[in-house]
């Protein structure tokens, strides 16, 4: 089984921190592929932002297509998860997504902990996104700067801990989410010193999307994800372009 872990912002050390994360629970067998966009922004942290890397993202889907059998888009506010489910035929997961869902399965309220207060807006949308509002206890955000996006989760450790133990003891969150790409692999190392469970969104995204290849849906042909039917594009990468005009890259433009 090959995953795409595809990563829609620029900092290939962020990459590493997810893929290092997802291998660590990924079954015998699956490789992840990871994959960091070429261009676009170091970390994405405002709704602009994420509507860059989701365009990022379906054309990075289009490139990897035929050789995965799902894919993983890794940030945590699912940028582009809703329009690759209507173009491809593999099945997509998003990090915010499947944190939630599976939080949902070991309480019956989650709270969201992240690095970054410029994060909350997008965050508290894309859990609006997914229908999940009433089981959502709140979003807790650190204030302050940070020195390096890669190196957040250990400069922050602590903060972020206190932080997750409030939103036990102040919000009655049955679950903790650590959200954002930069903080793959914390959940594990903290797990201890916050006294309910908490989940570590490319963990729950590898599982879920293993989960989703085996069971093999069919693709959608009525519905709201149906693919939608073909239309001239102008100037998208080639691989993107074929996948909506459906044709073969091979075939060349018509």
Known sequence: MRILLLNPNTTAAVTDLLHAAGSRVASPGTELVPATASRGVPYIATRAEAQIGGAIALEMLAEAGPGIDA???????????????????FPVVGLAEAAMLTACMVGRRFSIVTFAGALAPWYEECVAMHGLTARCAGIRTLDGAFESISEV?????????????????????????LSGAPLAGLAAKVRDRIPV??????????????????????????????????????GLPEPLAAVIEHRSPKEGAR
């Open 153 to 177: 989760q250990a400069e922050k450790e602590e903060l972020l801990v206190a932080l997750a133990n409030r939103a036990v003891e102040r919000d009655n969150a049955d679950v903790v989410i």
């Open 197 to 234: 469970p908490v989940i570590d969104p490319v963990a729950a995204a590898v599982r879920q999307a293993e989960t989703l290849a085996v069971l093999n849906p069919r693709k959608a042909v009525a519905g709201t994800f149906r693919r939608p039917d073909p239309k001239p594009t102008l």
């Open 71 to 89: 894919a993983i888009i890794a940030a945590f506010g699912d940028p582009g998860l809703f329009g690759a489910r209507e173009l491809f035929e």
